[in-house]
């Protein structure tokens, strides 16, 4: 992670999707960016069965795996080459719960790390996918601002 984020493309910003995904993570990703600009971390909070919900109806071509849109899903075709929609095994809601488990004993410890940071914001996740986009943009932009750093 330090020489991808050493890398020209990154000393202006970057994005981080995924990790870190505890805290040991997050302690090495504070050494790595320590000197720069400050570490804005959104947490886009979804409730647990919402996010069942979500996972265990999602759907993607079995040909080439372009996830279906809920129309799309409805068709059972995908809109991009025809092929069949499937279910991916780790889409399934026993799946989905086993997921869930592991993120509330490994990831979401972070939130306790990061929550007292004054770059630390929470967004809505149960919203409709413009809306949660918008406020991350938000957020980050208004956390950048406060801190002077150009988002």
């Given at each position: 992670?330090?020489?991808?984020?050493?890398?020209?493309?990154?000393?202006?910003?970057?994005?981080?999707?995924?990790?870190?995904r505890?805290?040991?993570?997050?302690?090495?990703?504070?050494?790595?960016?320590?000197?720069?600009?400050?570490l804005?971390?959104?947490?886009?909070?979804?409730?647990?069965?919402?996010?069942?919900?979500?996972?265990?109806?999602?759907?993607?071509?079995?040909?080439?795996?372009?996830?279906?849109?809920?129309?799309?899903?409805?068709?059972?075709?995908?809109?991009?080459?025809?092929?069949?929609?499937v279910?991916?095994?780790?889409?399934?809601?026993?799946?989905?719960?086993?997921?869930?488990?592991?993120?509330?004993?490994?990831?979401?410890?972070?939130?306790?790390?990061?929550?007292?940071?004054?770059?630390?914001?929470?967004?809505?996740?149960?919203?409709?996918?413009?809306?949660?986009?918008?406020?991350?943009?938000?957020?980050?932009?208004?956390?950048?601002?406060?801190?002077?750093?150009?988002?």
């Open positions: 992670m330090g020489q991808r984020l050493a890398r020209p493309d990154a000393r202006a910003g970057f994005i981080l999707d995924g990790f870190p505890t805290v040991p993570q997050a302690e090495q990703l504070d050494r790595i960016v320590d000197g720069r600009a400050p804005v971390v959104v947490d886009i909070a979804v409730p647990d069965e919402e996010l069942v919900r979500r996972l265990s109806s999602r759907r993607v071509c079995g040909a080439c795996e372009t996830v279906a849109d809920a129309g799309q899903a409805a068709t059972g075709a995908c809109g991009r080459c025809g092929g069949a929609l279910q991916r095994s780790d889409d399934t809601e026993a799946a989905v719960r086993t997921r869930l488990q592991v993120y509330h004993t490994q990831t979401q410890p972070l939130v306790s790390y990061y929550r007292t940071r004054p770059t630390f914001r929470t967004v809505n996740g149960a919203q409709d996918a413009d809306r949660v986009f918008a406020d991350v943009t938000a957020a980050v932009d208004a956390t950048a601002a406060r801190d002077g750093v150009g988002a």
